[in-house]
T-cell receptor
Framework: DQQVKQNSPSLSVQEGRISILNCDYT??????FLWYKKYPAEGPTFLIS?????DKNEDGRFTVFLNKSAKHLSLHIVPSQPGDSAVYFC?????????????FGTGTRLTIIP | DGGITQSPKYLFRKEGQNVTLSCEQN?????MYWYRQDPGQGLRLIYY???????QKGDIAEGYSVSREKKESFPLTVTSAQKNPTAFYLC??????????????FGPGTRLTVL
């Protein structure tokens, strides 16, 4: 049972344009969401997160939007740069101290076209 | 230099042999995790430990074993009972002590290939 879904396995975007990566979840107990970026043969690196009490969080070129009623979040990257080419994972966790286990989506491979 | 160390980067073993993957951290984080990544799949949780001398099974624990004798170390043993051990293995720690709720920090990973 896939509780976190990234339905687009790949996405290609022109350099300088906006990249939008999507993520859906089914577990209503999830209250914290994270995006990770991963290059081949390396560990994922944390990008940005959002708590369920917010609907938007921004950090430089990266913005995450959360729509709780739709159980949907998205990551916007603008402007997209060649170094953004990587696999992006969405992850979610439940509330409460001690519930730090993350559930990951299957990832979206983003390719930025120069 | 703080971080998570996984060694070796690449590991080859013959079928039927047990192998232990190392994970060491000097971040002073309480919680540690093991994931595996397969092509086209997300990160799947094998085992996790929230405190020394305690650990819990994740979603795909069968064929694996762990120990947590020290805060800094969380080794993973891939046993001969694991049917498809060839994968990329990732160790992570939880940074809740740094105030960032639920962020996990990942090591560089170990690519295990069973021949």
């Amino acid at each position: 049972d896939q509780q976190v879904k990234q339905n687009s396995p790949s996405l290609s975007v022109q350099e300088g344009r906006i990249s939008i990566l999507n993520c859906d979840y089914t577990n209503s107990m999830f209250d914290y969401f994270l995006w990770y970026k991963k290059y081949p043969a390396e560990g994922p690196t944390f990008l940005i997160s959002i708590s369920s009490i917010k609907d938007k969080n921004e950090d430089g070129r990266f913005t995450v939007f959360l729509n709780k009623s739709a159980k949907h979040l998205s990551l916007h990257i603008v402007p997209s740069q060649p170094g953004d080419s990587a696999v992006y994972f969405c992850a979610a966790s439940e509330a409460g101290f001690g519930n730090e286990k993350l559930t990951f989506g299957t990832g979206t491979r983003l390719t930025i076209i120069p | 230099d703080g971080g998570i160390t996984q060694s070796p980067k690449y590991l080859f073993r013959k079928e039927g042999q047990n192998v232990t993957l190392s994970c060491e951290q000097n971040l002073n984080h309480d919680a540690m995790y093991w994931y595996r990544q397969d092509p086209g799949q997300g990160l799947r949780l094998i085992y996790y430990s929230q405190i020394v001398n305690d650990f819990q099974k994740g979603d795909i624990a069968e064929g694996y074993s762990v120990s947590r004798e020290k805060k800094e170390s969380f080794p993973l043993t891939v046993t001969s009972a694991q049917k498809n051990p060839t994968a990329f293995y990732l160790c992570a720690t939880n940074g809740r002590t740094s105030g960032i709720y639920n962020e996990q920090f990942f090591g560089p990973g170990t690519r295990l290939t069973v021949l």
